[in-house]
């Protein structure tokens, strides 16, 4: 278990609901991954991230589905492509990542708390 932390740390946090609009290959990256892009509300609009969930994913099974992502990390080159959010999962028993979604539709947008 990592280090205890406040609320307040925790607020600073900035995980939101989206939805995929686009996911395309990424032969260029290092670990097979999908270059996707993501509809965070109006608010915050559309975002741009790779995700490393091959194992688990087709791409047109990624297109419509709702998921969370950090917002508010600093955006970083990965190969060609600009990730600007940081998509959450969970590893499944051999470390493949699983997707962090909402069980049931919610507005593009919502924050986590």
Known sequence: MSDT??????????IRVG?????????EARK???RL?????????LKKTSA???VHYKLDELVGRQV????????KQIGKWMSEVLVLGFPDEKGAVVLVQPSTGVPNGGKLF
Do not use: L
């Not at 969370?68 to 955006?75: D, E, L, S």
């Open 37 to 45: 892009i993501v509809d965070f509300g109006p608010e915050i609009g």
């Open 32 to 34: 097979p991954a999908y």
């Open 68 to 75: 969370a992502g950090v917002v508010n990390f600093p955006a």
């Open 19 to 27: 939805t995929i609009t686009q996911a395309m290959d990424f032969p």
């Open 52 to 54: 490393q969930i091959t």
């Open 5 to 14: 932390i406040t609320y307040s740390d925790f607020e600073r946090v900035d």
